[in-house]
């Protein structure tokens, strides 16, 4: 029997993207899924679009916010609302490769994992060019993953019956932060290193501002961990040796395509 996938989509004045994000779950071969898309309160025809594919496809849902609260209050009135077994995490602008779930439920059913994410591949802003990829490593437990995040949220499936309830905290990287209380728990993430989803980086990507990333990395170490200053220095030097190493790698794939 394949159990409910539940994916949480936050979106924002995202009538540019979604429809194609939105297809790429209906193209999905793993089709036990339900959308949950949650307006957070935009400007722009988002409502619209998703209107329309709720009329096609009764998997998809939309919850409308009526003020803007951000990307992680978002996600967690998804999560609220979300029924399925597993829980998987979708922003507005990406993609999934069509056997992206049937390839990660199945990878976790065979092994008994309850947290798992991929590999991805980096794509433009018109979604035209791919920039490289992000290797998922093989395993990434508490400890490794205070050197840095190498989980993209686009790519996580969670079993919530064996993990429980999740809540975002409201802060940056609340993906980083969720991911570190998850594993401190004892939670170990598998990784599988085949590409199943697009990341789309823009100029207003995290990705593409190096310093907000490092000062939001160290608001998680400092703030949410509690960690002495010495302690968040020493996880801040192995986050910044980590991205530059997976920039340098990312140059030298550029470079031989």
Known sequence: MCELVSIITPAYNAEMYIKFTIESVLHQDYENWEMVIVDDSSKDNTKLIVDEFMRLDSRIKLISLSENKGVAYARNIGLKEAKGKYVAFLDSDD????????????????????????????????????????????????????????????????????????????????????????????????????????????????????????????????????????KSSKCLFWYICLNLTKSCKMCIGKLKN
């Open 95 to 230: 993609l999934w490769y069509p056997y992206k779930l049937s390839t990660q439920i199945d990878f976790m059913k065979k092994n008994g994992y309850v947290f798992t994410f991929s590999s991805y591949e980096i794509i433009d802003s018109d979604g035209k060019k791919k920039l490289g990829v992000v290797n998922a490593p093989q395993k990434v437990d508490y400890n490794r993953l205070l050197k840095g995040n190498p989980i993209g949220c686009l790519t996580v499936v969670l079993d919530r019956e064996k993990i429980g309830n999740i809540a975002m905290p409201n802060i940056k990287h609340e993906d980083y932060a969720t991911w570190l209380e998850i594993t401190k728990r004892g939670f170990v993430a598998y990784g599988i290193s085949e590409p199943l989803a697009l990341y789309r980086k823009s100029k207003t990507s995290v990705s593409s501002n190096k310093l907000k990333s490092a000062l939001w990395t160290w608001n998680v170490y400092r703030h949410h961990q509690k960690f002495s200053f010495m």
